[in-house]
Every structure is written in C-alpha cells, then in structure tokens.
C-alpha cells in the first residue's frame, strides 16, 4: 500500500531511539516478540479492543494525551522495557490469563490486567510523562504519514 512505508519508518526510527535492538512492521494486530524483539503495528484495531486499552491507560492517571495509536506503540515497547523486571510467577501468571482469555473462560477486560500488560501500560505512561515534547514532535510527523497514506490509498 502506499505510504506505508513511510509510516513504518518513521516508526523504526522512533523505537530506536529507546532501544536500538527493537524493530517495528505493520502487522494485522499490535504485538510485542521478545525473541526477535520485534513490534507489530496496525492501523485498524477494533473498538471494542481500544475501548479496553484505553480503560487500562486510564487506570494509571496519565498527565498527558497521547492518541491511541501512540499510546499503543508505547505500550508495546514498554514490553521490551519491563520485560527483565518482571518474575518468574507474573509472566506465567500472565500467560494464564491470557490463555482463559482467548479461550473465553474469563472477561476480555481481564487480559489488560495481566501483571506484563500492567507493566508495559505503566511503562508508556511514564515515558510519555516525561518526554511530552518529544512525543509532540514525532506525533506530527507520524500523523501526516498516516494521513498521507489514507490519501494515497484513498481511505475515508
């Protein structure tokens, strides 16, 4: 599609900014890989999906706005940040609720309380507390790719 490489980019440039070992790729979903340390982005995530990120967002009481998509892509980087910080029991405690999650055994407002999302949310708050300028900076350079690659695609 076009322009979406402009946008990705923009993106790698950013994450390696804050780690250098981290790259980014548009993907279906926004996804954190340890193993190759990789992050996925998209532009299209449903709702209801949004509607529970930003409810664990808002839990942390940020000082700042950031749009969605930009609290998204901090959260999955603060995965790469926190991941060494966490135990043994919260990532299997993690991937247990998660399991019952995606299973539906359990609500899918659960999964945002999972102790790593918790710590990747808490991440991204903190970071974006004290780098607002930063952000700024890059959000209006990143939102005229996005739109730009609406245009050229002639989305909305």
């Given at each position: 599609?076009?322009?979406?490489?402009?946008?990705?980019?923009?993106?790698?440039?950013?994450?390696?900014?804050?780690?250098?070992?981290?790259?980014?790729?548009?993907?279906?979903?926004?996804?954190?890989?340890?193993?190759?340390?990789?992050?996925?982005?998209?532009?299209?995530?449903?709702?209801k999906n949004n509607?529970?990120?930003?409810?664990?967002?808002?839990?942390?009481?940020?000082?700042?706005?950031?749009?969605?998509?930009?609290?998204?892509?901090?959260?999955?980087?603060?995965?790469?940040?926190?991941?060494?910080?966490?135990?043994?029991?919260?990532?299997?405690d993690s991937e247990?609720?998660?399991?019952?999650?995606?299973?539906?055994?359990?609500?899918?407002?659960?999964?945002?309380?999972?102790?790593?999302?918790?710590?990747?949310?808490?991440?991204?708050?903190?970071?974006?507390?004290?780098?607002?300028?930063?952000?700024?900076?890059?959000?209006?350079?990143?939102?005229?790719?996005?739109?730009?690659?609406?245009?050229?695609?002639?989305?909305?």
């Open positions: 599609m076009k322009g979406l490489s402009k946008i990705t980019k923009l993106l790698n440039d950013f994450v390696k900014t804050i780690d250098e070992e981290l790259s980014i790729e548009e993907d279906s979903d926004f996804a954190y890989y340890p193993l190759s340390n990789k992050i996925t982005y998209s532009l299209v995530v449903s709702e509607a529970d990120f930003m409810r664990s967002v808002e839990f942390f009481k940020p000082k700042v706005k950031c749009d969605i998509f930009l609290w998204s892509i901090l959260h999955e980087i603060g995965h790469h940040e926190t991941i060494d910080e966490l135990s043994d029991a919260d990532l299997a247990i609720i998660k399991f019952f999650v995606s299973n539906g055994g359990v609500s899918e407002e659960l999964y945002y309380e999972c102790p790593d999302e918790r710590a990747a949310t808490g991440w991204a708050v903190q970071y974006a507390e004290s780098h607002t300028a930063i952000l700024a900076k890059f959000w209006e350079k990143l939102q005229k790719a996005i739109m730009r690659f609406y245009k050229l695609n002639h989305i909305c």
